[in-house]
């Protein structure tokens, strides 16, 4: 194979895997480790794939912007519902905490809490709220802060001061990307900086997501993959991508 040849294979292998790392390219191509990494400058250069830890990803899995939350609201609508519903059960029983993430998929848990099932609940999230003030057993709680019009969550430090005290039960937590090596990720400082206070508030944490953002990393970490103790997506996630969360320690459940 000429390298051109070569080089237009791992583009499109990326493409079609959404993540390769070095090691692999080098075993699939039968090349040492630095021709795999000097292919893969020249793939960036060229805009074809944007490398990162160990590896590479396509260009348009790495990403600093964020679409609104109507946008979100109506993308993989399906799927998001059956991971809430099946993220639904594990609520904490009565008398527990329980803290929501903003979020489109965090927001479709809630018509599937118990009617009668007294909780307390803490969430950033407008929409979430709004929703919870219609179910007389829970008791609301709402974080401060400066709403993001694109989120519809409050963030900055009014929120950061709250998180910083408590400690919940139960922590569901949406995020915009996943993987492995670069965790969990979101565009925004301030967004992240509550994220990452809601992670490690939390003595269990759900993470709800649909499989076309894990294997993606967008600008900033939030939280290491190891603080998950179960994520909840679809049954579009690849085999490899399963494998890893579960080297790391994370439940993988399949809604």
């Given at each position: 194979?000429?390298?051109?040849?070569?080089?237009?294979?791992?583009?499109?292998?990326?493409?079609?895997?959404?993540?390769?790392?070095?090691?692999?390219?080098?075993?699939?191509?039968?090349?040492?480790?630095?021709?795999?990494?000097?292919?893969?400058?020249?793939?960036?250069?060229?805009?074809?794939?944007?490398?990162?830890?160990?590896?590479?990803?396509?260009?348009?899995?790495?990403?600093?912007?964020?679409?609104?939350?109507?946008?979100?609201?109506?993308?993989?609508?399906?799927?998001?519902?059956?991971?809430?519903?099946?993220?639904?059960?594990?609520?904490?029983?009565?008398?527990?905490?329980?803290?929501?993430?903003?979020?489109?998929?965090?927001?479709?848990?809630?018509?599937?809490?118990?009617?009668?099932?007294?909780?307390?609940?803490?969430?950033?999230?407008?929409?979430?709220?709004?929703?919870?003030?219609?179910?007389?057993?829970?008791?609301?709680?709402?974080?401060?802060?400066?709403?993001?019009?694109?989120?519809?969550?409050?963030?900055?430090?009014?929120?950061?001061?709250?998180?910083?005290?408590?400690?919940?039960?139960?922590?569901?937590?949406?995020?915009?990307?996943?993987?492995?090596?670069?965790?969990?990720?979101?565009?925004?400082?301030?967004?992240?900086?509550?994220?990452?206070?809601?992670?490690?508030?939390?003595?269990?944490?759900?993470?709800?997501?649909?499989?076309?953002?894990?294997?993606?990393?967008?600008?900033?970490?939030?939280?290491?993959?190891?603080?998950?103790?179960?994520?909840?997506?679809d049954e579009e996630i690849n085999s490899t991508d399963r494998t890893s969360?579960?080297?790391?320690?994370?439940?993988?459940?399949?809604?």
């Open positions: 194979m000429y390298p051109e040849e070569r080089r237009q294979a791992v583009a499109t292998l990326i493409s079609q895997r959404g993540r390769m790392s070095v090691a692999d390219l080098s075993v699939t191509f039968g090349v040492t480790t630095e021709t795999v990494r000097r292919d893969l400058a020249l793939l960036e250069r060229l805009g074809h794939i944007r490398r990162v830890h160990g590896g590479a990803v396509p260009a348009n899995l790495l990403t600093v912007t964020e679409p609104g939350w109507a946008e979100r609201d109506h993308t993989r609508a399906e799927h998001k519902d059956r991971i809430a519903k099946r993220a639904a059960s594990y609520l904490p029983p009565a008398g527990g905490s329980v803290l929501f993430d903003s979020g489109t998929t965090t927001g479709r848990i809630i018509p599937e809490l118990p009617c009668d099932l007294d909780l307390t609940v803490i969430t950033n999230s407008v929409p979430i709220a709004a929703c919870l003030t219609a179910i007389n057993s829970v008791t609301l709680h709402m974080l401060g802060g400066r709403v993001r019009r694109v989120t519809q969550a409050t963030v900055g430090e009014e929120a950061l001061r709250v998180l910083n005290v408590l400690r919940v039960d139960v922590a569901f937590i949406g995020t915009n990307a996943l993987s492995v090596e670069h965790g969990l990720s979101t565009p925004d400082t301030d967004e992240a900086a509550v994220k990452r206070a809601m992670v490690r508030c939390a003595n269990f944490v759900v993470v709800v997501a649909d499989s076309s953002k894990v294997g993606r990393e967008h600008l900033l970490s939030f939280a290491p993959i190891h603080s998950v103790d179960i994520l909840v997506t969360l579960h080297d790391q320690g994370v439940e993988v459940v399949i809604a």
